[in-house]
């Protein structure tokens, strides 16, 4: 089990290195880079002053430099002008140059309520469409079985920002929601008090469905279908011939089955607590990482937005291995590969 | 705390502003027994003194009733939008408060200056106003000018380019002379006209700093061992960088420095709300003696893009422009009753809202060829029917014309506009015939002479969806003279990268910035002097690279421009300069450098219907009127609550 997990932290650690390469390459592919583009927009409004402190940075974050040194700089294997290694190996996550600040305090308040929404999310969905699934799968073919299953289709179908412009204006009108971010702008900067809590409560709402009805649709479908192959197996029927109780005949043993899929999908779950609401939150002006994001990659500010995909990708990493241990933990019938026993 | 002399200033302020979530019980009562410890603080005699002792001995008295004005009075905060964090630094151009700044009717006067003279553009002395002081309370001096000039303009590690351009006559910077803590003069050998308008500018150039606060960062007056900390503990690489980094007059990303303006930033990005508080050291005051400005609190949220109308449409902003556009009005229109806001639409002051620009440099030789022949960029005017664009674009507000100033300046003459801006398709086939495109392919578009298709690709941003459905527009009318047009919207990045480097044949964009221009702005937008006007990149390049790089311009009439441009900053007589304005404009009439369309394009501006003294209807424009600056924010105020007044 230790060796395995060695290995496993091993092929991690190369994976990730790749990906930070991929990703800076990839950032670094649209021509110019931010401090030239700052240049270039500050000269055709004629500021010229500015201009001369934009070149200044550039010279000091190494901007002037080849590529393939500005990215061993960034990831920290490659010494800084004052031939100290400082980079994401170190622990610095590097400068923004759109915020003009560490991008540590740009992303940190985003990175937490980027959870609170997603968590939000992850929780409604599981909620509603676990009793669905089982409501449908138990009764198939049944009126609430079709009726479950329509709505399910439009949640799915519904295109999320649309669906959030049009809950947006209701919820302004009906319930004088402020439109837009995660509290009334009015207790922005101040301490979390019981008020502003009621507020993000409120503002969480609107959020939470429109992000969470895709997935509920996809998820109750899934369910369901996993439920029906569980549920006309041999040890189901027995189950009930020998008087079992019928809510436990699904609980004890189809529904843990059905589960595995979701336990697998635990990798790609930790990711999309992170980027799985980006054009709800840029259509909705959540205060979360994606619209940092986004912004980002269009002025390429390039740390900031390098260490928000490699943070992702980092997540995605350590998701899978949390799923694939669990997944051995819970289901006896999936063994560690080969000699890793 | 507000300057007050009577105590119904202290009496309830209006709370906050209307549309926001009423304030919670706990909190009006919070406020009631603030103000009832306040409320004999703010009455008594010593308060009023203290008052007195913010303001410089001769502060700038601003008579409301002169400009049709209401006397306002002091409180409340008011909430502007922003679309993203960094646009917040656009406060210094809405509260438009300068060395010397344009009025109403675009004269300049001194404002933070107590007096200026003006000899022949060549010596500037300028009176500083005594007892001023800084928003920390430190005197505002002249050795603030001197720091910036003497230690931050020509110190090579804080400015490696040296001190910006307009500064510069002939590569030559001025004498400078301390006089006395109150007296600074600048001398030029030659005229430097442009000096007072750049300060005016709605990018203030800030050509004062805070010396006693950014000593603490200069090498020259820390010693090493004080800043080396300092500089530690920013994560920055070297005291330049830091003194730049804390130097952010116009950026407001830092609380601490002391400015000025009437507002000053107390919070620093990321936040979804940024709060300026009043300055309690600004310098004008309304005729009654109430120190302004009357606003208490700018708040300014940030929201994305999409969102600014939705939001105004609710009535989450008391005032609001930037980002708004005509497309917007409906929907503002719509929540103005029940939020209790009005939208004033104002007229913008652009050359044109949608111009072409034929890329005179182009590096294609046959495309080169056909932009420079007059006959054909004339044959491309002549076949736009602007009466169309306008009632699709503007709903029929718009003026129809070349790309030029506009009515309300002084230096407007109709045959700007409208000379070959008709619409004469019949005229512009004969003139494309004459140029040599009479051969046609069998869908009736025109050959080049190498027998490709005459198809214009115009390149533009795509970020104004007025342009691209005006192009629409334009590629029916040009079909009708066998001329092709293809729309290509890209970054703006790389539009620009595109057209400097000579690939672009055409571009579409906004028209003239500075439209409402007097005799004393630089007409230098009109010459090829500058890179970044998209039908001369090449040669703009020469001039500003001095002859480095780009190409020089070889079009006679063109190269008038250059030299009417190099007149006009060598005088300094005013009617001299109005003579050469005119020349410039008739030639680039004349010559349709730049094919002009519609201009006259509305802009909304959102104001609660409570907040006075927002005009109803003024010019809008960049330059010079400075967004709304020079309509001056600090007088607006909060009128009486409805309620109160049908009482």
């Known amino acids: ?341 | 705390m507000t300057a007050s002399t009577s105590p119904e200033t202290a009496s309830p302020l209006p709370p906050r502003s209307a549309g926001h979530p009423p304030p919670q019980r706990g909190e009006v009562w919070r406020r009631v027994a603030l103000l009832s410890v306040l409320f004999p603080l703010l009455a008594s005699p010593a308060f009023s003194a203290e008052t007195s002792d913010r303001l410089p001995k001769q502060p700038l008295v601003v008579d409301l009733a002169a400009q049709g004005r209401q006397t306002g009075k002091p409180g409340g905060d008011i909430v502007t939008l922003v679309s993203k964090a960094r646009d917040i630094r656009y406060i210094s151009t809405y509260a438009y408060t300068r060395l010397v700044g344009y009025d109403e009717k675009l004269a300049l006067q001194p404002d933070i200056l107590e007096k200026f003279e003006n000899d022949g553009d060549k010596v500037y002395t300028f009176t500083l106003r005594e007892g001023h002081r800084w928003s920390d309370g430190q005197p505002f001096t002249a050795e603030d000018i001197r720091y910036w000039w003497e230690d931050v303009a020509l110190n090579k590690e804080l400015s490696p380019s040296g001190p910006p351009e307009f500064m510069m006559v002939d590569g030559q910077p001025p004498r400078f002379e301390l006089i006395d803590p109150l007296h600074v003069r600048f001398t030029w050998d030659k005229p430097n006209p442009r000096f007072l308008p750049e300060l005016a500018s709605p990018r203030d150039p800030f050509i004062y700093r805070p010396a006693h606060y950014l000593k603490k960062f200069h090498a020259k007056y820390a010693s090493k061992a004080e800043i080396e900390p300092l500089v530690k503990q920013a994560k920055v690489k070297g005291w330049a960088a830091l003194h730049n980094r804390l130097d952010a007059m116009f950026e407001q990303t830092n609380p601490d420095l002391p400015t000025l303006q009437p507002w000053r930033v107390t919070n620093t990005a990321p936040a979804a709300r940024f709060v300026f508080v009043r300055n309690p050291y600004y310098h004008r005051v309304d005729t009654n003696g109430q120190q302004l400005p009357y606003i208490d609190k700018v708040n300014m949220d940030v929201a994305a893009g999409g969102l600014l109308a939705a939001k105004a449409n609710a009535g989450e902003a008391d005032l609001l422009f930037r980002g708004l556009n005509m497309e917007d009005i409906p929907i503002l229109r719509e929540g103005e009753r029940a939020k209790g806001y009005r939208t004033h639409l104002w007229p913008t002051a652009r050359g044109s809202e949608l111009a072409l620009y034929p890329n005179l440099t182009v590096t294609d030789p046959v495309w080169r060829q056909l932009n420079r022949d007059l006959r054909y960029r004339r044959a491309l005017s002549l076949a736009i029917d602007r009466r169309t664009l306008n009632n699709a674009l503007l709903f029929g507000l718009g003026t129809e014309g070349n790309d030029t100033v506009v009515e309300k300046s002084p230096l407007y003459k109709p045959e700007y506009r409208t000379l070959n801006a008709g619409y004469d398709p019949g005229e512009a086939s004969r003139l494309l015939d004459e140029v040599g495109l009479t051969q046609r392919n069998g869908a009736g578009i025109r050959l080049l002479p190498d027998g490709r298709e005459l198809e214009i690709v115009v390149e533009t941003d795509g970020e104004s969806s007025m342009l691209t459905d005006g192009l629409t527009l334009i590629s029916e009318f040009w079909r009708e003279v066998g001329v092709k047009l293809f729309v290509k919207p890209q970054d703006r990045t790389v539009l620009r990268n595109r057209a400097y480097s000579g690939a672009a044949v055409m571009v579409a964009a906004q028209g003239l910035d500075l439209a409402m221009p007097t005799a004393e702005m630089s007409p230098d937008e009109l010459a090829p002097v500058h890179q970044d006007t998209y039908a001369w990149p090449k040669w703009g390049q020469y001039v500003e690279t001095r002859g480095k790089e780009g190409e020089a311009c070889d079009i006679p009439e063109a190269k008038v421009l250059i030299d009417l441009n190099a007149r006009w900053m060598a005088t300094a007589d005013n009617a001299e300069q109005a003579t050469i304005w005119a020349e410039m404009l008739k030639n680039r009439a004349e010559n349709q450098w730049v094919i002009g369309t519609v201009s006259g394009a509305l802009q909304p501006v959102v104001a609660k219907t409570r907040l006075l003294n927002v005009p109803d209807k003024q010019t809008y424009s960049w330059k010079p009127t400075a967004l709304i600056g020079v309509y001056r924010m600090d007088q607006f105020y909060w009128g009486p609550n409805p309620k109160e007044a049908s009482r």
């Open chain 1, 1 to 341: 089990m230790i060796r395995y997990l060695a290995r496993r932290l091993l092929t991690m650690a190369v994976t990730l290195l790749i990906i930070s390469a991929l990703v800076f390459v990839i950032i670094k592919l649209p021509p110019g880079d931010f401090l030239t583009n700052q240049i270039a927009e500050l000269r055709s409004q004629g500021e010229a002053a500015s201009v001369a402190k934009a070149q200044f940075l550039m010279q000091q974050y190494g901007l002037d430099r080849p590529v393939w040194e500005q990215y061993l700089r960034w990831i920290g294997l490659w010494p800084n002008p004052e031939g100290a290694f400082n980079g994401l190996i170190q622990g610095n996550w590097g400068w923004s140059f759109e915020y003009d600040r560490p991008v540590r305090e740009v992303v940190g308040d985003a990175l937490w309520l980027t959870l609170v929404v997603n968590l939000a999310v992850v929780i409604f969905v599981h909620l509603v469409s676990i009793p669905i699934a089982i409501y449908s799968a138990t009764r198939q073919y049944s009126i609430g079985d079709y009726v479950a299953t329509f709505i399910g289709y439009i949640g799915l179908a519904t295109p999320s920002f649309l669906l959030a412009l049009v809950m947006l204006f209701y919820a302004n009108r009906w319930f004088e929601v402020s439109i837009g971010g995660l509290y009334d702008s009015a207790y922005s900067g101040l301490p979390w008090t019981w008020d502003k809590i009621r507020s993000l409560l409120a503002h969480l709402v609107v959020p939470t469905l429109v992000i969470g009805l895709g997935g509920t649709a996809a998820m109750i479908r899934r369910m369901r279908a996993n439920l029906l192959d569980e549920l006309g197996k041999q040890y189901v029927v027995t189950a009930r011939a020998k008087g079992l109780p019928p809510t436990r005949a699904l609980l004890k043993y189809p529904f843990r089955m059905s589960l595995n899929p979701f336990i697998a999908d635990i990798g790609n779950l930790l990711p999309h607590l992170i980027s799985g609401s980006v054009l709800v939150s840029l259509v909705l002006s959540l205060p979360t990482v994606g619209p940092i994001l986004l912004a980002a990659l269009k002025s390429q500010d390039q740390f900031l937005a390098g260490f928000i995909l490699m943070f992702v990708a980092m997540l995605t990493v350590i998701g899978m291995l949390i799923s694939d241990l669990l997944l051995a933990w819970l289901d006896p019938r999936i063994r560690l590969g080969g000699d890793g026993r």
